[in-house]
Nanobody
Framework: QVQVVESGGGLVQAGGSLRLSCTAS????????MAWFRQAPGKEREFVAL????????YYEDSVKGRFTISRDGAKNTMYLQMNTLKPEDTAVYYC?????????????????WGQGTQVTVSS
């Protein structure tokens, strides 16, 4: 059984930075595609960024391109999301997902394993 846990969220002023982490236990995720999604109050969960199993392929939602960077460390079984130049509209609960089939998909249904989320709040 795979468990993933997100951490690193918090309260930050607009223009600030945060780094989110997603750590897995129970199985190595080195062969899984991994992704970050987020859900703001009253909105549906939306795709933010994904990274392929080897770390060479990445995709970003348009509004975060140039500000967010997704990466992974296989030795630590951990994925990261470096978030810079944060905006109030980035406020949401951020979730990480893992896809054993490495489909590089932007829809959440492709991801079998999910964490509980970490809250990111950006004040204006």
């Amino acid at each position: 059984q795979v468990q993933v846990v997100e951490s690193g969220g918090g309260l930050v002023q607009a223009g600030g930075s945060l780094r989110l982490s997603c750590t897995a236990s129970g199985r190595t995720l080195s062969t899984y595609a991994m992704a970050w999604f987020r859900q703001a109050p009253g909105k549906e969960r939306e795709f933010v960024a994904l990274i392929g199993r080897w770390g060479y392929t990445t995709y970003y939602e348009d509004s975060v391109k140039g500000r967010f960077t997704i990466s992974r460390d296989g030795a630590k079984n951990t994925m990261y999301l470096q978030m810079n130049t944060l905006k109030p509209e980035d406020t949401a609960v951020y979730y990480c997902g893992a896809d054993s089939l490495n489909r590089l998909a932007r829809h959440q249904s492709a991801y079998e394993y999910w964490g509980q989320g970490t809250q990111v709040t950006v004040s204006s």
